[in-house]
């Protein structure tokens, strides 16, 4: 009798975690409680010494930190919202900071908005952290990218697309103002849309190293076409918002580069010769030396300018050619004697090479088939450069240091999955942030050498969450298409997966040029939203087409003058091989995808109608020549130069195939994937006489964001695929 009973207790037992567990995620945990969203530093910042990071902190109310890298440990408050308000008193929230040059002030960002993807405009504040007093950047609305002089109390900032600046030890804080500005024909120290979403920087001018140049484009956008579209509001009118958008083979802006004498205020363009973009400005470690990216409209040849600005001579450093396109970074380092550290992909794959002063290669430093993903910076006391890699996998990341000879090279990530790295300055230090598909964000602080000091973030909290719910497991997976290219993919499968039923599957791609949806990271949303699907008893997965990233240039390239054609075919073929899998019904396979990934799915359900029964397309390109210049002709060149590769594979033209169910989404007010794209697609699929379904998400971005927005969107989809698939 007593051993029974002790049987049923200890089933009992063993059961209970299984009880526990079954608690499965449901769209609300996702896109309306937040649930699985990781947690990381906000706002960190290596301080001047190198010893010491800061970052803003809500303990104790909203403060920015200071804190020790040898110990992880905090030093102190450097400043508080708290006591802005006690001595000034005025309640200052600030969103970003910035330190001067001796960090006895701090530059303090309030009231942030965005304009584009990474624009924005701010109340900027100076605070005097020994004096208590607060001072307002002098202009009659928010301003743009003010940062402080590298050696001087003066603040630089664009208001009205001109630049001004603000010196604090002159009397009632002067303000000069220089450069060319003017609404939809002049910008100067800020770029245009077309430069801030394709070349991924928005800040134009750049202090030099002893504070006496800003360096800074001006830009004339007088030629390139007005884009338009409504505002619906909530007035009785719409209003309308307009802007330079440059779509294929149209007029870009005309860039120049200027440079402006502070202490003189003398200002002098410079002459670069013939180019169509200006996709970077650097200085160099020598006070008065720039250096300027040019490239041509093809984008495969790309020259490095080295100008003095005390005298204005220029001089070619540098020059790289493609066979197809050169992608921009931001890897470029000079060293103290003139040499300098660059990436290219000349050998096939993205490594780091040092370049003597003449522009002459003395040394490739990495080799392999396997691309450097990102460079650090180099510590040249020791001669030893730090970068992350894709070495070990395309589907993860880690962190490396080697000797700018190329020798000894370390592994200093420990850990499989996503590494990377934020570097002390100085590169004594810095902190890594790790995540994996099962593990949320972890941030550790290491030293150099990768000996960890200290945990900083683990997100134990949401491990807890995460392990109180009845997943599915992400599992990867390669397979060969009938063209013999092995792709890389995950799969989800139900919790409980029974492999002797059949299974519907939901599809999701991107499939954009040098992108990844195959990876070992941590995902708090799409992941989450996929688990609520596997709950319902779907199979998810995701594969990497040719023309992805992590695998080298000809793999990437592939697609060059061709965007969609071996994308579509990959997906096609992922699909029927996941079909000839026993688990899975073959006729119950969908796909989805959002941008690029809504071309694809687009593209799949058209030139795929035999394959796939279901696409859902949320804001789709669905022809390149509706698309902006600079990304569109980096990998197709121009309409009147290949425009059979644009009409090829564009899904307005392809509508005549489709079969499936088809659910087409966009945001009205998307200044990135116009709205015309879905509207042109609608007029083809009437034409064609094709039934579908259509949502428009009035006066929303290419995001689709904003109160209920997602979790709007997210229902509507989860019952398309439920009713169609």
Not at 308 to 333: G, H, M, V, W
Not at 345 to 356: M, Q
Not at 463 to 475: M, R
Not at 527 to 539: C, M, W
Request: some cysteine.
């Amino acid at each position: 009798m007593t051993r029974k009973i002790f049987s049923l207790l200890l089933i009992f037992c063993i059961s209970l975690p299984a009880f526990s567990q079954e608690k499965k995620v449901e769209l609300k945990d996702v896109w309306k409680r937040y649930s699985f969203n990781a947690q990381s530093i906000s706002g960190l910042n290596s301080m001047k010494d190198g010893l010491h990071y800061s970052a803003i902190t809500s303990k104790n109310g909203l403060a920015i930190e200071k804190y020790s890298y040898a110990s992880g440990e905090s030093v102190g408050v450097i400043v508080s919202a708290k006591e802005i308000k006690e001595k000034t008193g005025q309640q200052i929230n600030f969103d970003a900071y910035e330190f001067s040059a001796n960090e006895d002030k701090v530059l303090l960002a309030t009231k942030t908005e965005s304009i584009y993807r990474h624009s924005s405009k701010s109340n900027y504040f100076v605070y005097d952290i020994k004096k208590g007093k607060l001072t307002a950047l002098k202009s009659e609305g928010k301003q743009q990218l003010a940062t402080f002089s590298p050696t001087r109390n003066q603040v630089a900032f664009v208001f009205e697309n001109r630049i001004h600046i603000q010196d604090f030890d002159k009397a009632d804080s002067e303000v000069i103002s220089f450069g060319q500005g003017q609404d939809d024909a002049f910008i100067a120290g800020a770029v245009d849309w077309v430069y801030e979403e394709e070349f991924s920087f928005h800040t134009g001018f750049q202090w030099s190293p002893n504070g006496d140049y800003i360096a800074y484009y001006q830009t004339d956008e007088r030629e390139v076409p007005l884009f338009t579209m409504d505002i619906f509001g909530s007035k009785l009118y719409p209003t309308e918002e307009e802007f330079k958008y440059p779509k294929a083979g149209e007029a870009n802006s005309k860039v120049n580069i200027h440079t402006f004498n502070v202490l003189k205020k003398e200002d002098k363009m410079l002459m670069l010769g013939s180019y169509e973009y200006i996709p970077r400005i650097k200085w160099t470690q020598a006070d008065a030396e720039l250096i300027v990216y040019s490239m041509n409209r093809h984008q495969n040849e790309l020259n490095l300018w080295k100008i003095n600005a005390a005298s204005n001579e220029t001089a070619l450093l540098y020059k790289e050619t493609a066979p197809c396109y050169i992608e921009i970074n931001d890897d470029l380092r000079f060293l103290k004697d003139g040499s300098f550290i660059w990436s290219s992909e000349k050998d096939g794959f993205n490594h780091l090479y040092h370049i003597k002063k003449d522009g002459k290669i003395k040394k490739q430093i990495t080799k392999g088939d396997w691309p450097v993903t990102e460079f650090y910076g180099i510590d040249e006391e020791t001669g030893t450069l730090f970068y992350q890699s894709a070495e070990e996998s395309p589907l993860g990341r880690n962190v490396y240091s080697i000797k700018l000879n190329g020798r000894k090279k370390k592994m200093l990530s420990t850990q499989e999955g996503w590494n990377g790295a934020e570097f002390s300055n100085g590169m004594k230090f810095y902190i890594n942030t790790f995540s994996s598909k099962d593990i949320p964000t972890i941030q550790t602080l290491h030293n150099s050498e990768g000996s960890q000091l200290r945990e900083i973030v683990k997100n134990e909290a949401l491990q807890k969450t995460i392990a109180s719910f009845a997943l599915a497991t992400k599992e990867f997976f390669s397979f060969k298409t009938e063209e013999g290219v092995e792709l890389n993919g995950w799969m989800m499968k139900p919790h409980d997966f029974d492999e002797a039923k059949e299974y519907p599957v939901l599809m999701f791609v991107y499939g954009g040029p040098g992108s990844q949806t195959v990876k070992n990271q941590y995902d708090g949303f799409n992941h989450f939203y996929y688990e609520s699907l596997a709950n319902k008893g779907y199979i998810i997965v995701s594969v990497d087409n040719r023309g992805t990233g992590a695998r080298g240039r000809d793999f990437r390239t592939v697609t060059y003058k061709e965007l969609g054609k071996y994308e579509t075919q990959d997906q096609i073929s992922a699909a029927k091989y996941l079909g000839s899998q026993s688990y899975i019904d073959k006729d119950r396979i969908g796909i989805w995808g959002w941008s690029y990934g809504g071309y694809m799915s687009s593209l799949c359900l058209t030139k795929g109608a035999d394959v796939f029964k279901m696409a859902i397309a949320v804001a789709p390109v669905t022809n390149w020549r509706f698309y902006d210049s600079i990304y569109t002709e980096r990998y197709m060149q121009t309409p009147k130069e290949n425009a059979s590769g644009y009409d090829n594979n564009s899904p307005v033209n392809h509508v005549s195939k489709m079969k499936g169910d088809y659910l087409l989404v966009h945001g009205s007010a998307d200044d990135n994937v116009h709205v015309q794209n879905t509207m042109r697609m609608i007029t083809a699929l009437v034409a064609a006489n094709k039934q579908f379904d259509l949502f428009i998400y009035p006066d929303k971005n290419h995001g689709i964001y904003g109160g209920n927005t997602r979790f709007h969107l997210y229902t509507k989809m989860t019952n398309f695929i439920t009713e169609n698939l």
